[in-house]
């Protein structure tokens, strides 16, 4: 009955073959959120793979439908051993991205889990049936080895986060009494560098926007009006310009925090950015100056140009347009408030010139908004040490994540510290074909979930 043991009996589950055949019966449903006709896989995903595999540890199962109509249902799973004990909130999604069917390698089907070497192939194997099942897996061997947890655990599984995880937070404020607990410790995205273990402690939020220039109805002859009617693709295209500079420096400054924390900088000077052989090489020149790597896109806002219409792209016609749309996007940190954003945009091109352009918010489905914990914060140190136990690697401490996940729910509403242990790298083609899971992570995953559910049975847990 030791902690070496029960992290023995998790890595274990890819041996013997039961974690594969587990996973590849979840990788077969497909429960792609984005398709209007999942519903019924979204529900079977909860009733049928997951509450049953709950209930066979212990936990009480309820599923729920969605209480805004708008996404799948979410089930809430209860273990609680002593109701004078701390409790741990888990959670994940059971929906995926669309399966991308044709554009597989020859060989491979986004609903058949694959193994080729050391990668598994399947959607969903990352994001994020995978990660939450490990998680599950590595409880339900600690529970075999020490025969109980020492603390309760609750956990939220939900089936639209693809699609902006609508209802999460009215279902969690709904809930607020059978969701009640200590801290927050999940699995999802990706780790910065394959090798080395990760903290996610927050996300970065996103907020949509249209620019647009309209001047008129209707095209004209570009022989005929060409160089006295106003073009707006150009004023559109320096509208831009006047925001953000050709190197990628933005130069709108009022949507951009004003300093980098130094207890954030201080835990992003031992933060990489690498995407591996099947990621992106970074344009080091891009972006603001100044900044690491790191502090550019886990410490500071970004202004992207996501899409450009003018005219007619795909069959190009002899005219002067109407009009010019561009859908933006700012990714940003707990440093600026969002609600800032749009005015300061609108004054900003105004002083500039460039009154003739409207910026109007777009509801993307995904408002998720800005979280951070502080990386010198007990939890994150408790979890680390734990991490480094299990590993003997130092885990990078990432006060937020890049990228958006509806953590705000758990974070504000339900006020809880948040912790994401990432199982997967960069470079697995999540959202994308061909996306996979690296089988020396994922063990490393079983690993590190193990010796931490070991550990929080064993030590007082921060106040």
Not at 24 to 41: E, M, N, Y
Not at 299 to 324: I, S
Request: net charge negative.
């Amino acid at each position: 009955m030791t902690r070496e043991a029960a992290i023995a009996a998790a890595s274990g589950l890819l041996d013997d073959g039961s974690l594969l055949a587990l996973l590849a019966r979840r990788v077969a449903c497909p429960t792609a959120s984005q398709d209007p006709d999942s519903g019924p896989h979204l529900w079977r995903y909860l009733e049928q793979e997951m509450a049953p595999d709950l209930e066979r540890i212990g936990f009480t199962c309820s599923i729920h439908p969605n209480p805004t109509g708008k996404g799948g249902p979410f089930l809430i799973g209860r273990r609680i051993e002593d109701a004078s004990l701390p409790t741990l909130l888990t959670y994940g999604h059971g929906d995926t991205v669309r399966g991308l069917d044709a554009e597989w390698h020859e060989g491979l089907s986004p609903w058949v889990l694959t193994q080729r070497g050391e990668r598994l192939y399947g959607r969903g194997i990352v994001d994020n049936k995978g990660q939450h099942c490990c998680n599950l897996a590595a409880l339900e061997s600690v529970l075999k080895v020490r025969g109980k947890l020492g603390f309760n655990v609750i956990i939220l599984l939900e089936t639209s986060e693809e699609v902006g995880s609508p209802g999460i937070d009215e279902f969690c404020r709904a809930h607020r009494d059978e969701l009640k607990a200590d801290v927050l410790i999940a699995s999802d995205g990706p780790r910065l560098v394959p090798d080395v273990p990760a903290l996610v402690l927050g996300t970065r939020g996103a907020l949509s926007l249209d620019l647009r220039v309209k001047y008129r109805e209707g095209g004209h002859h570009s022989g005929n009006w060409g160089g006295l009617l106003a073009n707006p693709g150009v004023r559109l295209a320096h509208a831009i310009a006047a925001i953000i500079d050709r190197d990628g420096h933005v130069l709108a400054r009022d949507i951009l925090p004003e300093r980098i924390p130094n207890s954030v900088r201080a835990a992003l000077a031992h933060c990489e950015v690498d995407g591996g052989e099947d990621g992106p090489q970074i344009n080091h020149w891009w972006g603001e100056r100044g900044l690491t790597a790191a502090e550019k896109v886990f410490g500071w806002n970004t202004f992207e140009v996501l899409a450009f219409k003018c005219g007619h792209p795909e069959a190009p016609v002899n005219a002067v347009p109407p009009e010019a749309v561009a859908r933006c996007q700012i990714r940003y940190t707990v440093d600026r408030k969002p609600a800032t954003f749009i005015p300061a945009l609108r004054a900003h091109l105004a002083a500039a010139g460039f009154d003739d352009v409207t910026v109007d918010p777009v509801k993307s489905g995904a408002e998720w908004a800005a979280t951070r914990m502080d990386p010198d914060g007990p939890w994150p140190r408790m979890v680390a040490a734990s991490v480094q136990r299990s590993t003997g690697k130092t885990p990078m401490i990432v006060p937020n994540a890049g990228g958006s996940l509806p953590n705000d729910t758990f974070a504000v509403t339900l006020g809880l510290p948040t912790i994401y242990i990432p199982h997967s790298y960069s470079g697995c083609s999540q959202h994308a074909p061909n996306e996979h899971a690296l089988l020396p992570i994922m063990r490393e995953g079983l690993e590190i979930a193990a010796g931490l559910f070991w550990d929080l049975g064993e030590q007082a847990w921060p106040e």
